[in-house]
RNA sequence: GCUCACGUAGUUUAGCUUGGACAGAACGUCGGUUUCCUAAACCGAAUAUCCCAGGUUCAAAUCCUGGCGUGGGCACCA
């Protein structure tokens, strides 16, 4: 199907960002010294840090309150309450010394005294004059995170069913959270770990093979066959026969011994589902880097490298009595108890494996995976798998040797993952090693959604943990056709002169959107109760809002044909125009503190805004019927907005629509 | 039992790191706005014992202690 080019802004392609390589280098990008775009807020905390005498910028941000309410002033300092008490002098006093070192500043055009706060106010002209030399389309983007390495991980989804709405959240994070990092100048390299060797791509093999269920069916997509059918049948039959129970235990045997034909059939049955799934997160607009496998890191012998490393430094302990004789363990810090790595009867636990797969993130192993590559994405970028062939290619990007590694994963593996961050921060040996585990609540159900899914108990106000094995989940795919439908509806009666293709993509966009950021917009450690019903009534204030906004801009400059200038003289400007330069002006300080916190709220929170203010300034003042000093000042304006709202929503993965 | 996270208008929530003016939004409710760049919008009104009790401080939603409520974790499961 043809795409028309003119009703979608072609997303920026964060090139600058890319990993570095050592053998293999896409244009020579390298390590050059990337362009600093302004950061006004940046500018004008160094002057005021200078004239105040604080220590540096970071310190003269806990005094600089943009909350004034009622008292005026753009921003207010409370710096003086602190002087007062410090120096023993009256808090007018010292309010009125900082009034006067103040004063001449170059953004600051009027400041004030009022109970103890200095009040201050812009000075516009010289913040318009100083954006207007700076904004390309490229604006936000920092070198914050320059020669910094970092993997992301996320995703993860067990290659067994088709990704659900809670899965959603963890890729949505994921890969916002790379895009973030990748604009703020951070190397990356993002992952998706498949677990091929577990209990739940067992469970499907029992059912084809020894239930004799098929192994596709016609017309359905296979993950959800397998996960929807397949997967709940075998686990409800585990019920009343333990005696198939004992052939998921000869499966899972088969599977680690490999070059067998059930390992063969459970290899086959994975690539479907992961295909499957990946053709989901396409939709999403969900890209990754490299692909790796359990059974890989158990082929290459990587726990064995881990484990002899880990022997050889005194990290783990065989315990020779009490109730883990038998067991290796990892001395943990002294509260915890000590973690077993190794049972008794000599497997791995989960927690060795991922701690040798942290290894091999940070380049603690000496060895490493031979790769290829497995797909070219939607978005133009190459997607790699580890391979076990062994003629392989030699040249591939460095995909480990990170500082930091990001692993998106939910809440109830704290426990686990703490374990594997003491361990790798501690074989890391003062290397500066950072793990994060990046933990999200989950997303439960509503209980009108669960009883629609078949749950029995309805108890008020509750929520119902999604589970794969008893069929109560709502997948990715279902969903985002229902809210499709619904926005469909929704563009073709608003726009009449529009197409049907046309409205088909916008409707898709927005569908993506619209879930993508529900998933994001909030605190990721509170548990998101999804209802069915709700969901489909569209937040008046959500993604369509933001698209909404970005279609009013283009539509501005779709209509006008004179010039953007870069240089003029500035008008009076109005407290819309205002609000609507702050917004961009204070745009790169946004991403650079989000990057710090990883906190994708602070953009989402800043895209609200800036909505908001641009949708008040839209309808509050005319552009194009304006006379022309004042028109090409707003042109300007327009179109300084519409590149910060653009990337703004790249950077979360956001589909940016020029109409809708 | 031990432990972690969360608790802010009817609902969804921001602010808590680094204490500072009247706790900021959105949905819903009520009222208003369309000869003008897209009304999927805008403007206005009402709505909050910031879970409770103590403490620290000139000053606490924010810090400390104790409690209550909700959810998670506490495996030789993945």
């Known amino acids: 199907m043809q795409t028309k080019v003119w009703l979608f802004v072609t997303q920026p392609i964060f090139k600058f960002g890319r990993r570095l390589t050592l053998e293999w280098s896409p244009m020579g990008l390298k390590s050059s010294k990337m362009e600093r775009y302004p950061n006004l807020i940046t500018e004008i905390l160094k002057e005021a840090t200078s004239r105040l005498g604080l220590k540096n910028i970071d310190e003269t941000r806990r005094y600089f309150k943009t909350q004034t309410y009622g008292y005026g002033g753009d921003f207010s300092i409370t710096l003086a309450l602190r002087d007062s008490k410090l120096n023993k002098i009256p808090i007018e006093k010292a309010a009125g010394d900082i009034k006067a070192k103040l004063e001449g500043s170059k953004f600051i055009k009027r400041t004030e005294v009022v109970n103890g706060y200095v009040n201050c106010w812009y000075d516009y002209t010289k913040l318009a004059e100083y954006l207007m030399g700076g904004i390309n389309d490229d604006y936000g983007k920092s070198d914050y995170g320059k020669d910094e390495r970092v993997m992301v991980e996320h995703t993860s989804v067990n290659p067994n069913k088709a990704i659900h709405i809670g899965h959603v959240r963890n890729s949505s994070i994921g890969d916002s959270l790379s895009r973030l990092l990748r604009f703020a100048g951070y190397d990356l390299t993002v992952t998706n770990y498949i677990d091929d060797t577990g209990a739940q791509v067992a469970d499907n093999v029992v059912g084809v093979k020894f239930l004799n269920l098929p192994r596709k069916k016609p017309g359905v997509k296979i993950d959800h066959y397998l996960g929807d059918e397949v997967y709940v049948k075998v686990n409800k039959l585990y019920e009343d026969d333990p005696a198939l129970m004992e052939k998921r235990g000869l499966v899972l045997k088969a599977i680690e011994e490999g070059n067998n034909e059930i390992a063969l059939l459970a290899k086959d049955m994975v690539m479907d589902v992961l295909k499957a799934q990946l053709q989901t997160l396409s939709r999403l607009g969900v890209f990754f ?372």
């Open 289 to 660: 880097d490299l692909v790796n496998y359990e059974s890989h890191i158990l082929m290459y012998k990587f726990w064995a490298t881990a484990f002899a490393h880990m022997k050889s430094v005194g990290a783990i302990k065989l315990e020779t009595d009490g109730k883990k004789k038998g067991c290796w363990v990892f001395k943990t810090a002294p509260p915890d108890e000590d973690k077993i790595l190794v049972r008794s009867d000599g497997t791995v636990v989960y927690a060795g494996k991922d701690i040798a797969y942290a290894m091999w993130k940070h380049g603690l192993l000496d060895s490493d995976f031979r790769y290829k590559k497995m797909e070219l994405q939607k978005n133009g970028e190459e997607l790699w798998t580890t391979t076990l062939d062994k003629d392989s290619t030699k040249t591939h990007p460095t995909f480990n040797h990170v500082k930091h590694s990001i692993s998106v994963i939910d809440i109830r593996q704290s426990y686990e993952q703490a374990v594997v961050k003491e361990a790798i921060e501690k074989l890391g040996n003062g290397k500066g090693i950072d793990y994060v585990h990046y933990e999200y609540g989950v997303v439960a159900l509503s209980p009108n959604t669960a009883n629609k899914l078949g749950v029995k108990e309805t108890e008020e106000g509750g929520a119902f943990q999604m589970s794969g094995r008893k069929g109560v989940y709502i997948n990715a795919d279902n969903f985002l056709d229902k809210l499709y439908e619904t926005l469909l509806d929704e563009t073709k009666s608003k726009n009449q002169n529009l197409g049907e293709t046309e409205c088909k993509e916008v409707a898709e966009s927005l569908a993506v959107s619209t879930l993508r950021y529900e998933m994001i917009r909030t605190d990721p450690k509170k548990i998101i109760v999804f209802d069915l019903d709700e969901a489909l009534k569209l937040e008046s204030k959500g993604a369509v809002y933001i698209d909404y906004t970005l279609s009013r801009m283009a539509g501005i400059l779709r209509n006008s044909n004179s010039k953007i200038k870069t240089s003029m003289a500035i008008p009076e400007l109005s407290d819309f125009e205002k609000r609507v330069l702050l917004d961009i002006l204070r745009f790169p300080e946004i991403i650079e503190s989000a990057a710090k916190a990883l906190d994708l709220t602070v953009v989402s929170g800043f895209l609200s805004e800036f909505a908001s203010d641009f949708n008040a300034f839209y309808t509050n003042t005319t552009v194009l019927k304006a006379e022309e000093s004042i028109r090409d000042f707003r042109l300007w304006l327009v179109t300084a907005a519409r590149t910060t709202l653009i990337n703004a929503m790249s950077t979360l993965g956001l589909v940016p629509l020029e109409r809708m």
